[in-house]
């Protein structure tokens, strides 16, 4: 079987450099590609400018989202997933750090799968990229991507 | 439960101001022609029959005067009974009371004065009629005279009413901006943390073995600060939002969220193996179903978590009702207790007694405000066994 694409987007480099270690730690069962804000979440996912290449940018299974990023942020990818029909199989997972009851239901009102507040425990960091990949490529059934 | 069925109301006309004022209007002068016929000054037998030359004796002229003349001086008089009634109520509220009163007696004169052209159509009574205008015109002129200084100062209350609502709406808009700015603080503040505790934990797991046990220790160290200051700041965050957070307040059962909490506490319960009492039948109180939450879950998981070395944890929550309108909870347990002379201070926050264990000093201080805003009350004694402390608290019941 294809190894999934986890894509992270992530404004903080040593927050996702983590990331890729404990997905690292997980057996790799994921690859994961990481954008530094929305607006390269956007041109990645419509495969723009040097994201065309699919071979070194391949599409997401799962895109784990940061609310609070530049450029574009968290919202602003949402939104555009719902203009955009063509992703609409992608399931996005926010992660942010705000458990602010607004920042939910408005995630959620965007069309967010799940929300996650981002654990600052490492261990429960570690169990939920095992969970992640567990639910979203073990369980969940989503539309391949195009 | 109030049940408010629809109910005709055939006298609700009479609710009417204006229906009230012309009925009272028409008792006045029926009931003051009475008093005139009484005191034998007939009113009925004179009627269309003024003194002498008054009004030229023209039965139309004198009634066009007469009635309009008692009319006046009924609504003078109803007027300076309402505004005596206003400052007799609201005096604190109201500035320049004593100006609304000198208003009040100078509309009262004036109907006198009404009143007395009224009497004199039928008794040439000049000279009363005349000192009674010499009453009002004095309370005229000092009303008026009293009334210029009080332009500037009406102006200046009308300016401070202006400013303060300005100010409240300022105030509002810096609350709602400084907790935004508590919440990114928070937020932004843990981010950080994440990355000490992340990169510490991978340089344990990656390079654990190349360590001597000192470096392991340590790392450890930092990390264990680094999740101290994690705690810290939710607890914070706890803190501001139970102090901000809109509350909502239904009847609650109390059992239902008694085993959610013990649900939240299920590791601590486990680990400790805590045997927790629960009320026989747990009534429905009246709050706010996260509040209540976070009161039980701070309450029992410090009854929990300050007990002796080796002590089992035994945890008794019950209620009393006598009667009133507030339930009013215990939580019991067995634990370390606080002295006597500690316990003024327990709710105060970052007030830590027991610093051998851990914690951030706040739970209590989160409790105490979640009790405040629930409308309740809340205190501490010692349990009745002598080991061990009860927090009592009360809240109105549904």
């Known amino acids: 079987m294809k190894q999934p694409v986890l894509l992270v987007a992530e404004d903080n480099e040593l927050d996702a450099l983590l990331m890729l270690r404990l997905v690292e730690r997980c057996g790799n069962s994921f690859k994961m590609m990481h954008v530094p804000h929305g607006e390269a979440a956007i041109d990645y996912l419509r495969g723009a400018g040097e994201y065309g290449d699919r071979t070194q940018y391949p599409l997401p299974s799962l895109l784990l989202l940061d609310l609070k990023m530049p450029r574009k942020d968290g919202f602003a990818v949402l939104r555009w997933r719902q203009e955009n029909l063509s992703h609409a199989g992608l399931p996005i997972v926010v992660f942010s750090s705000s458990n602010l009851p607004e920042d939910v239901s408005r995630a959620f009102a965007l069309g967010a799968n799940s929300y996650v507040v981002k654990p600052s425990d490492p261990d429960r960091l570690e169990r939920l990229v095992r969970a992640l990949h567990e639910w979203w490529v073990g369980f969940n059934v989503a539309v391949p991507p195009r | ?398």
């Open chain 2, 1 to 398: 439960m109030t049940t408010s069925a629809p109910q005709s109301r055939p006298l609700q006309w009479l609710s009417h101001p204006l229906t009230r004022w012309s009925i009272s209007t028409l008792l006045a002068v029926v009931g003051g022609a009475l008093v005139f016929e009484a005191f034998d000054v007939s009113v009925f037998k004179r009627i269309g029959m003024a003194h002498e030359f008054c009004y030229l004796r023209e039965p139309r002229l004198i009634w066009l005067h007469v009635i309009s003349d008692v009319l006046i001086g009924l609504a003078y008089v109803s007027i300076s009974a309402t505004l005596s009634y206003l400052v007799y109520k609201a005096s604190r509220d109201i500035p320049f009371n004593w100006v609304l009163l000198a208003f009040g007696l100078f509309i009262v004169s004036c109907g006198m004065t009404h009143f007395m052209e009224v009497w004199v159509v039928w008794e040439p009574v000049y000279w009363m009629s005349g000192y009674v205008k010499v009453v009002t015109a004095t309370a005229s002129v000092a009303t008026a005279v009293a009334l210029f200084p009080l332009v500037p100062k009406v102006f200046l209350l009308i300016e401070a009413a202006r400013k303060s609502e300005r100010r409240r709406v300022e105030i509002e808009q810096l609350n709602s901006e400084l907790e935004r700015f508590n919440y990114s603080v928070a937020h932004d503040l843990r981010a950080p943390l994440r990355g000490i505790r992340g990169y510490g934990q991978a340089l344990r797991e990656d390079f654990g073995e190349r360590l001597p046990p000192v470096a392991k220790d340590y790392i450890e160290k930092m990390q264990r600060s680094a999740a101290q200051m994690d705690d810290l700041i939710c607890d914070l965050l706890k803190y501001a939002t139970v102090g901000r957070q809109e509350i909502e307040r239904r009847p609650v059962a109390l059992d239902a969220t008694l085993q959610s909490v013990q649900a939240l506490l299920e590791a601590e319960i486990r680990a400790t193996g805590a045997q927790i009492t629960l009320p026989a039948n747990p009534p429905v109180v009246m709050a706010d179903t996260t509040l209540l939450q976070t009161v039980f879950q701070n309450l029992l998981g410090n009854a929990i978590k300050f007990v002796a070395q080796g002590v089992k944890p035994v945890v008794e929550i019950a209620v009393t009702r006598d009667g009133g309108e507030m339930v009013r909870i215990t939580v019991t347990d067995n634990g370390i207790g606080i002295p006597p002379d500690a316990r003024a201070q327990v709710f105060r926050i970052f007030e830590r007694l027991h610093p051998e264990f851990q914690g951030t000093g706040i739970g209590l201080a989160i409790v105490h405000r979640a009790i405040e805003r629930l409308g309740g009350k809340i205190g501490v004694e010692a349990a009745p066994t002598g080991t061990g402390t009860r927090f009592w608290f009360e809240l109105p019941a549904a």
